[in-house]
């Protein structure tokens, strides 16, 4: 925040504290004891950090990798996969929404930025295999020490993931990688990159590839920040793979393996898309119902204006908690066959329709959300005097992000077509 201009009175009502008030008393009804003493937990950090950063200014001037290693100290990088090294956390799909709708509050862009992170540890969690080598990149992943990102979309592919272009040789003790990767998250800032490639572009689903490759081995693995106006905090990136070595004991999928490792990430992927995409909308319409309490205009609050009250917060109230029940069942659900899923093949999953159908719905629903807040706050709600700005950037972007809206209901359509066969 450069100059202020919105009264004292209206930031500290605006404050974080206040905001996770709001969504505490929402969630009342959904949430249990222990869930709420660990929303609640993880509330109490962020307020903490919160104050440590300068509150909006910190928001404003800070680089939020900066903050990677305070959330790693406190488990606060991902919660759905078991960490090596910590027993003392709460893990699992449930315990990841709640993570991500706090964090989210805190600060969407930053747990974008996580989330980019928490792909490069998901095929190493679930594919280590025990080497010495990728179990230390997951705990330094977890911890904050290190920031990973994922390789998957390329220039001319886009949503085509399956028929990449990016080459994977076989080499003496490991692969060589050649090609170029768009789009990726954290790539500019990233220690490494989870990358996957093809032996055969005329048959990648069987010569697929991902291992885990290291920018500090200076071989190959460059990265350039492309421009992405709406969210100007994190860094997104052309990643170029020029003669990349990437040892034995550093790939997670072999042949074959990477492509059903690319479809095993998709379920967790879009259900947490879709959880950050929640958490934002609660931060927006916490900053707007918080606002409209005390701003006045037309000698009453805004609040009880028929065009503010019902026409925009009473409305999309209603649709946000819907969507957030909606998101419990499913990750409810999800926890639930857990184990279940373990032995199955990733195109078998059955939440694979429902978290694209969660995405799709969360993804379109957060833009226009946030934008409809934003308006509700008129001037201040587009100035850096709050976070809405940073909450509107990152909304913008939703529909894209994890496979663009036509893809997800490409996969809709298709599963309406299985669900009539099946009849």
Known sequence: MKTQLVEDEILDMMKLENQFGVFNNNMMMLLSDEDKAYVEEIQSLCIEQEEKIGRIRGH??????????????HGLINRSNEYPHRSDLRIGMKAELLRCWTMDIFNPQFNMAMGASSLCINPIAHHHQNKENL??????????????????????????????KVKAEKADGGYVVN????????????????????????????????????????????SERIGIPSV???????TTFEDAFIPEEYMTGGPGEGYHILFEGLVPERIGIA????????????????????????????LLHQAIGMSVLAKYHSRLTSITMALLKLAEAYDAKRDELEGISPFMNPFVAMASQMKEQAAYLVHDLTYECMHVMGGTGVT?????????????????????????LLIGSRTINTMVKMI
Not at 277 to 301: I, P
């Open 60 to 73: 404003n001037n800070d680089d939020y990798y900066d903050w990677f290693e305070w959330a790693g100290k």
């Open 135 to 164: 179990v230390k990149d997951l705990q330094d992943l977890f911890d904050g020490k290190k920031i990973g990102c994922i390789g998957i979309t390329e220039p001319k592919q886009g949503s085509d993931a399956v028929n990449m």
């Open 179 to 222: 090609g170029i990767k768009c789009y990726t998250t954290n790539s500019p800032k990233a220690d490494m990159c989870a990358v996957y490639a093809v032996l055969n572009e005329e048959d990648p689903r069987s010569t697929m590839v991902q291992g885990i490759s290291h920018k500090d081995w200076d071989r190959g693995f460059k």
């Open 232 to 238: 100007t905090k994190v860094h997104i990136g052309k």
């Open 275 to 302: 959880a950050t995409n929640v958490g934002q909308m609660w931060g927006a319409f916490s900053l707007a119902s918080l606002y409209s309490t005390v701003r006045q205009q037309f000698k009453s609050k805004i």
């Open 384 to 408: 850096d005097q709050t976070k809405m700005p940073i909450i509107q950037g990152v909304s913008e972007i939703a529909e894209v992000v994890g496979g663009t809206r036509n893809v997800q």
